[in-house]
């Protein structure tokens, strides 16, 4: 039976992702308690800057990193003099292999690039507003199809489950525009209202999908949709493609190989809003809490597809020749072979069945919940804990991290950090510098330990690196030293 599709398939999806994720990752959340941190109103609308500020573009707020449950030497392996091979390589022992996945192996980028951004004080609170790219990858890859990939026919299992195989990107533009303000000494209170404007959705999905193998028959189940929303797309047919077609169900099969992109642009709109406050319940102890995200995105140029949702059997080869095609019609062994792998790699693969229709899709919301407890022996020390969790199907996802802070100087503040998450556990810290003129700021929610001389990580993919620059109001400083002295009332 061939594989060479599957295999192909999964491992330009791993690699690719391996490769993009180096230029996407979430809000920095080693920074959410630090007051002179000019981006935690990306994670909480409540939060305002401590004075009006203008990023410099791009560079503003940069992050890089991704989260996953298995690592790159998951699937990458040494091999021979400083070569690198995969897990098929049959030098590789599938129980080494196998060892390493999980039931559910996931893969998650989340981008949130900052192009242009800036905030000032007005209308009776802080004022935001931000042009960002976002986008947002999450894989979701079951054991069963890495099993199948590995042992095929040379295992005692005879049944392959690849239940909850899926996809999602969904890719836009954000145009947002926040406020918060201070109700009483006690209640802050935020939100914003973000314009978006889609650069491409795709969602795969396979809710059932299943390969069982015995002597008398061979049977494959495959029930599995797909969605796509990219202006430019073009997925043409078997047919479309002029392509040989042994039968009528093979005509309309998505022809892989001469898929197409051509002048992509918008092809979605849509709206969300971010909501978030803060409560000073004691002196010392602080709670917040934020949703963000919360919205949709309308999608046309839609292109849906769907595989075949009655299962396939085989039941063993027919009338085998000895040598070339006979005049009865029989064919050898290995065309038998081929044909068998063909019929099976159709039957697994996507019939489109509808195109230019429209589809609304929900974002994937975040919920941050935060408390910040101020220590009483050392006022400028404050520890805190923040849960987030994202609410988005099959691919939610939570984390739990707490913190130590400190601002020893007014100008400058640092923390550490310890999490735990769906994708394993993590140290974080961040360095803020800001005095009056500029803030700048780096950090890390996921330190990398292992990596290879490439500075790939070769546990799992979880690492980030967030840094920034921005030009901040020199109002309220003190004329001895403008660049690194501000008193005690400062201005925005």
Same mark, same amino acid.
């Given at each position: 039976?061939?594989?060479?599709?599957?295999?192909?398939?999964?491992?330009?999806?791993?690699?690719?992702?391996?490769?993009?994720?180096?230029?996407?990752?979430?809000?920095?959340?080693?920074?959410?308690?630090?007051?002179?941190?000019?981006?935690?109103?990306?994670?909480?609308?409540?939060?305002?800057?401590?004075?009006?500020?203008?990023?410099?573009?791009?560079?503003?707020?940069?992050?890089?990193?991704?989260?996953?449950?298995?690592?790159?030497?998951? *699937?990458?392996?040494?091999?021979? %003099?400083?070569?690198? #091979? +995969?897990?098929? $390589?049959?030098?590789?022992?599938?129980? /080494? @292999?196998?060892?390493?996945?999980?039931?559910?192996?996931?893969?998650?980028?989340?981008?949130?690039?900052?192009?242009?951004?800036?905030?000032?004080?007005?209308?009776?609170? *802080?004022?935001?507003?931000?042009? %960002?790219?976002?986008? #947002? +990858?999450?894989? $979701?890859?079951?054991?069963?199809?890495? /099993? @199948?990939?590995?042992?095929?026919?040379?295992?005692?299992?005879?049944?392959?489950?690849?239940?909850?195989?899926?996809?999602?990107?969904?890719?836009?533009?954000?145009?947002?525009?926040?406020?918060?303000?201070?109700?009483?000494?006690?209640?802050?209170?935020?939100?914003?209202?973000?314009?978006?404007?889609?650069?491409?959705?795709?969602?795969?999905?396979?809710?059932?999908?299943?390969?069982?193998?015995?002597?008398?028959?061979?049977?494959?189940?495959?029930?599995?949709?797909?969605?796509?929303?990219?202006?430019?797309?073009?997925?043409?047919?078997?047919?479309?493609?002029?392509?040989?077609?042994?039968?009528?169900?093979?005509?309309?099969?998505?022809?892989?190989?001469?898929?197409?992109?051509?002048?992509?642009?918008?092809?979605?709109?849509?709206?969300?809003?971010?909501?978030?406050?803060?409560?000073?319940?004691?002196?010392?102890?602080?709670?917040?809490?934020?949703?963000?995200?919360?919205?949709?995105?309308?999608?046309?140029?839609?292109?849906?597809?769907?595989?075949?949702?009655?299962?396939?059997?085989?039941?063993?080869?027919?009338?085998?020749?000895?040598?070339?095609?006979?005049?009865?019609?029989?064919?050898?062994?290995?065309?038998?072979?081929?044909?068998?792998?063909?019929?099976?790699?159709?039957?697994?693969?996507?019939?489109?069945?509808?195109?230019?229709?429209?589809?609304?899709?929900?974002?994937?919301?975040?919920?941050?919940?935060?408390?910040?407890?101020?220590?009483?022996?050392?006022?400028?020390?404050?520890?805190?804990?923040?849960?987030?969790?994202?609410?988005?199907?099959?691919?939610?996802?939570?984390?739990?991290?707490?913190?130590?802070?400190?601002?020893?100087?007014?100008?400058?503040?640092?923390?550490?950090?310890?999490?735990?998450?769906?994708?394993?556990?993590?140290?974080?810290?961040?360095?803020?510098?800001?005095?009056?003129?500029?803030?700048?700021?780096?950090?890390?929610?996921?330190?990398?330990?292992?990596?290879?001389?490439?500075?790939?990580?070769?546990?799992?993919?979880?690492?980030?690196?967030?840094?920034?620059?921005?030009?901040?109001?020199?109002?309220?400083?003190?004329?001895?030293?403008?660049?690194?002295?501000?008193?005690?009332?400062?201005?925005?």
């Amino acid at each position: 039976m061939k594989r060479n599709s599957i295999y192909h398939i999964i491992l330009v999806t791993i690699a690719f992702v391996c490769i993009c994720t180096v230029s996407s990752a979430q809000s920095l959340h080693s920074g959410y308690f630090l007051e002179g941190y000019t981006y935690r109103h990306l994670m909480n609308p409540a939060f305002a800057p401590e004075r009006n500020y203008v990023a410099i573009p791009v560079i503003g707020n940069i992050n890089v990193g991704a989260q996953s449950n298995v690592g790159l030497n998951t *699937f990458i392996y040494p091999y021979g %003099n400083n070569k690198l #091979t +995969t897990f098929m $390589n049959g030098n590789i022992s599938s129980s /080494e @292999f196998l060892g390493k996945l999980k039931d559910n192996n996931r893969i998650n980028t989340d981008l949130n690039m900052t192009l242009l951004s800036a905030g000032f004080r007005a209308w009776g609170g *802080f004022n935001t507003i931000d042009i %960002n790219m976002r986008s #947002t +990858t999450s894989l $979701n890859l079951p054991r069963g199809l890495f /099993e @199948f990939m590995k042992l095929g026919m040379n295992s005692s299992n005879s049944v392959y489950e690849m239940d909850d195989l899926g996809i999602s990107s969904n890719n836009y533009a954000e145009i947002a525009l926040g406020h918060s303000r201070q109700i009483n000494d006690k209640l802050n209170v935020g939100g914003k209202l973000k314009f978006l404007l889609g650069m491409g959705n795709v969602n795969l999905k396979m809710t059932d999908m299943k390969v069982q193998m015995a002597e008398d028959k061979w049977m494959v189940q495959a029930n599995g949709e797909m969605n796509a929303s990219v202006k430019g797309l073009t997925m043409p047919t078997k047919e479309e493609s002029k392509k040989e077609i042994n039968n009528p169900s093979e005509k309309d099969l998505i022809d892989w190989g001469n898929i197409d992109l051509d002048s992509p642009g918008l092809t979605g709109f849509g709206m969300a809003v971010d909501l978030g406050a803060t409560y000073k319940l004691r002196e010392d102890l602080t709670l917040s809490a934020a949703i963000l995200d919360l919205g949709f995105i309308s999608w046309s140029n839609t292109i849906k597809a769907k595989t075949s949702n009655t299962p396939w059997e085989f039941k063993g080869f027919q009338n085998i020749a000895m040598g070339s095609d006979d005049a009865d019609g029989d064919k050898p062994l290995e065309d038998q072979l081929e044909d068998l792998g063909k019929d099976v790699e159709n039957y697994a693969s996507f019939h489109r069945s509808e195109t230019g229709s429209s589809s609304t899709k929900a974002l994937g919301a975040t919920l941050n919940i935060g408390a910040d407890y101020t220590f009483p022996l050392y006022d400028k020390l404050h520890f805190g804990f923040l849960s987030s969790t994202r609410i988005n199907g099959k691919y939610s996802w939570s984390e739990g991290r707490i913190s130590a802070n400190v601002t020893p100087i007014k100008w400058f503040d640092a923390g550490v950090n310890y999490g735990i998450s769906s994708f394993g556990s993590s140290f974080g810290w961040i360095l803020n510098f800001h005095p009056c003129g500029f803030n700048f700021f780096i950090g890390m929610d996921h330190l990398m330990t292992k990596v290879t001389p490439q500075y790939v990580p070769v546990g799992k993919l979880n690492t980030n690196v967030s840094l920034g620059f921005n030009i901040t109001s020199t109002k309220g400083c003190s004329n001895r030293n403008s660049l690194l002295y501000y008193n005690d009332q400062q201005g925005s």
